[in-house]
């Protein structure tokens, strides 16, 4: 039998599979990253060879590669969808769990390797700045709907801006992490290099980039009277935009994540109303789920391996029900005190901290940068996290966010009542 052929078969089937399933699983308490995950168990235990024994310690290069494309993509799509401008206010939600939640987060999951899994501090460090940001790849079932379809109330907003900026934001962590283990003792120069390159410039240049990036695109698209790319109704311009942004930006050693998104932020703030955003949006979202299907299918067969089940003792499994259960729980919850939210969408906000492929990607990252200590302790953790993660709020998102909706829409026909329009 030729396994080329098998494998391209059964790939067919999953691919048709993710246009399928997202349909059944509408309204059940289920979803397309779960059944991704089952679809790679199933076939790791099959007696085909159809997936390869893939292990992200020794392919660190193609999964740092895979895992960055599918990010920046995703991270264009969360800019799209967001039709509110941004700002201090309008986003206020958004900087709480970015200056307060993020860096806390950081800090706790740090503690937890060093006192839990014995982790030194630069490994520690890794293993916090590498869970502390939210996915916006697994998110989509917590984030607004497509470019204005009115689908942007407060608690989907916030997890959907989060998760478009924290990505980039928790890179300098990961930086002064690996900064640590390259230079030893020699703490002053390591943190005035951190501050001065990682933090100031990379921050500063992601920001400069994405903004103006997004800008110039916006005048391409809509402010030409010939040739403007809007005319041409592609999806497909939303892939140049993102790999031309994100290219751009690290060419000039900033952080493309930031940029990405702000490019697409920046984008819709050009011209809001035109339908062309939803053709992008809806093009980067079907390159985005193929791309996360295939991972999450090898995702799914890792978690079945010998290597990894060997690798997750009962230390992990603590450090990955608190980091889960406890730390963005409570500390997203802290952050948002204050607020003006409901203390239940609070709540909803601070435990759907989805973990996914973003904390993959950057642990791919420092280990191919640096060598760490324990660092096959650090990969089942992160990898045991982002599993439960998918699992967990995959089955719990549907009727959450069913019953938030219920209440919304319960508080909008008592305020109706009592302040009834005039005919």
């Known amino acids: ?161 989060e998760a478009g900026l924290n990505d980039g934001l928790s890179f300098p962590f990961v930086h002064l992490a690996v900064a640590m283990t390259l230079m030893g003792t020699e703490r002053l120069d390591v943190l005035g290099h951190w501050a001065l390159l990682d933090v100031v410039w990379r921050l500063l240049a ?70 062309w955003h939803e053709q992008l949006h809806d093009f980067a979202e079907q390159i985005e789920r193929l791309l996360m299907m295939a991972l999450l299918v090898c995702l799914g067969a890792i978690a079945v391996s010998v290597p990894f089940m060997a690798a997750v003792d009962w230390c992990v499994v603590a450090v990955a029900v608190l980091a889960l259960a406890v730390v963005r729980p409570v500390i997203g919850w802290l952050s948002l005190l204050g607020s003006d939210h409901p203390p239940s969408e609070s709540v909803i906000i601070a435990v759907f901290g989805i973990r996914g492929l973003g904390s993959i990607y950057y642990l791919a990252y420092a280990t191919g940068h640096a060598e760490f200590a324990g660092v096959e302790t650090i990969w089942a953790t992160v990898l045991l996290i982002v599993l439960i993660s998918i699992v967990v709020h995959g089955v719990a998102v549907t009727p959450t966010m069913d019953w938030i909706d219920g209440r919304r829409s319960a508080r909008a026909v008592k305020r109706e009542d009592v302040n009834p329009r005039a005919d």
């Not at 085909?48 to 920046?72: A, C, D, G, S």
């Not at 939303?238 to 493309?256: I, K, P, Q, R």
Request: some cysteine; proline content about 6%.
């Open 1 to 161: 039998m030729d396994i080329y052929i098998v494998t391209l078969t059964i790939l067919g089937f999953v691919v048709l599979l993710t246009a399928w399933l997202p349909m059944i699983f509408r309204r059940l308490p289920l979803s397309l990253p779960i059944a991704c995950l089952a679809i790679g168990a199933v076939l790791a235990w099959s007696p085909f060879p159809l997936l390869p024994q893939f292990n992200p310690l020794e392919n660190r290069e193609f999964t740092q590669r895979m895992t960055e494309i599918v990010v920046i993509v995703a991270l264009m799509g969360a800019g799209l969808k967001l039709d509110r401008p941004i700002g201090w206010r309008s986003w206020a939600t958004t900087w709480r769990l970015l200056g307060i939640a993020m860096p806390l987060t950081i800090g706790a999951l740090a503690l937890l390797g060093h006192w839990i899994l014995g982790l030194g501090a630069a490994s520690a460090l890794l293993l916090g700045a590498a869970l502390a940001p939210t996915d916006p790849v697994l998110a989509s079932d917590v984030q607004v709907g497509p470019p204005r379809t009115g689908e942007e109330d407060e608690v989907r907003f916030a997890l959907t801006s």
């Open 206 to 275: 992601g920001v400069v980039m994405g903004w103006g990036l997004g800008k110039v695109f916006g005048v391409l698209s809509f402010r030409m009277s010939v040739g403007s790319l809007s005319r041409t109704r592609d999806g497909f311009v939303a892939l140049g935009m993102t790999f031309t942004t994100y290219g751009l930006t690290e060419l000039v050693h900033g952080y493309g994540f930031v940029a990405v998104f702000l490019a697409a932020v920046a984008f819709r703030d050009a011209e809001r109303e035109h339908d």
